[in-house]
């Protein structure tokens, strides 16, 4: 929750409509949530969704409230599947690399920007088009990159100043 209003916070000035941002950093955290937590990253996701729509973000129904909530933890889960079933990553990730890592970035985000498209369509919500799918496309891969980026380097600097090549040990 605190990474989405914090994303809101620092990015509300290119914010395309309610809830599409062209720059999307949650985004990178959710696929990060259920890469790691598979199905229970998955739930914890719908959960912190319906909670940020029970307090009102989207000042909407209970129904489309939870459709909302779903695909935040559906599309994310879909893409750690599309990543383990199609690109030869194991379920432990041990053998992940970057490509593969982009590949889920890629199909989370277009999972992602295309059911929660295609829902505020359904539901009528003024979110709902082509254009805003690009910018959320856009914002989830930006967002996603971005917070990989930092995880990555934030463990290669404590790596760095702990003179540790295994943050395990």
């Given at each position: 929750m605190a990474f989405f209003y914090f994303n809101g916070f620092i990015t509300a000035?290119?914010?395309?409509?309610?809830?599409?941002?062209?720059?999307?950093?949650?985004?990178?955290?959710?696929?990060?949530?259920?890469?790691i937590f598979d199905y229970a990253g998955a739930a914890?996701?719908?959960l912190a969704s319906l909670l940020i729509n029970?307090?009102?973000f989207y000042q909407t129904d209970l129904v489309t409230n939870l459709g909302?909530?779903?695909i935040c933890g559906l599309a994310p889960l879909l893409g750690r599947h599309f990543v383990i079933?199609?690109?030869?990553?194991?379920?432990?990730?041990?053998?992940?690399?970057?490509q593969q890592l982009l590949g889920s970035i890629t199909a989370y985000s277009f999972l992602s920007?295309?059911?929660h498209q295609l829902w505020f369509v359904a539901r009528g919500?003024?979110?709902?088009?082509?254009?805003?799918?690009?910018?959320?496309?856009?914002?989830?891969?930006?967002?996603s990159i971005l917070f990989i980026a930092i995880i990555k380097y934030g463990i290669d600097f404590i790596k760095q100043k702990s003179n540790k090549t295994n943050l395990l040990d």
């Open positions: 000035s290119i914010e395309d409509a309610r809830g599409v941002n062209w720059i999307f950093i949650p985004a990178g955290l959710r696929i990060f949530l259920t890469l914890g996701l719908v029970y307090i009102g909302i909530g779903v079933h199609n690109l030869k990553v194991s379920p432990d990730l041990s053998n992940i690399n970057m920007s295309g059911l919500l003024d979110s709902g088009s082509a254009n805003h799918f690009i910018a959320m496309f856009t914002g989830d891969m930006a967002g």
